[in-house]
Nanobody, 124 residues
Framework: QVQLVESGGGLVQAGGSLRLSCAASGRTFSRYTVGWFRQAPGKEREFVAG????????NYAGSVKGRFTASRDNAKNTVYLQMNSLKPEDSAVYYC?????????????????WGQGTQVTVSS
């Protein structure tokens, strides 16, 4: 069983930065692939970024590539999403999720565990 808690969201001006954290409980968290997803009002949840347990592979949605960076610290059971050059269209509730597949996946249905989400609002 893995429990996830996101933090680090908030209000920021366009062009600014935020770092989201996803803290996990569960001894085997380091063996899970973690994905970041977001959902804006009236829109479907979409994949943002993913990172494998070994920290050797990451993937990103095209809309955030080059601006967002996923990383993890297995010793702290924490995954991070560094978000730079934020745009108003990045505003959404951001969720971290974990799956035991040991591979990157953009499919939300493949993730077994989800956090409660953290709000990110980017003003223009």
């Amino acid at each position: 069983q893995v429990q996830l808690v996101e933090s680090g969201g908030g209000l920021v001006q366009a062009g600014g930065s935020l770092r989201l954290s996803c803290a996990a409980s569960g001894r085997t968290f380091s063996r899970y692939t973690v994905g970041w997803f977001r959902q804006a009002p009236g829109k479907e949840r979409e994949f943002v970024a993913g990172i494998t347990w070994s920290n050797s592979n990451t993937n990103y949605a095209g809309s955030v590539k080059g601006r967002f960076t996923a990383s993890r610290d297995n010793a702290k059971n924490t995954v991070y999403l560094q978000m730079n050059s934020l745009k108003p269209e990045d505003s959404a509730v951001y969720y971290c999720a974990a799956n035991p597949l040991l591979r990157l996946s953009t499919n939300a249905a493949e993730y077994n565990y989800w956090g409660q989400g953290t709000q990110v609002t980017v003003s223009s």
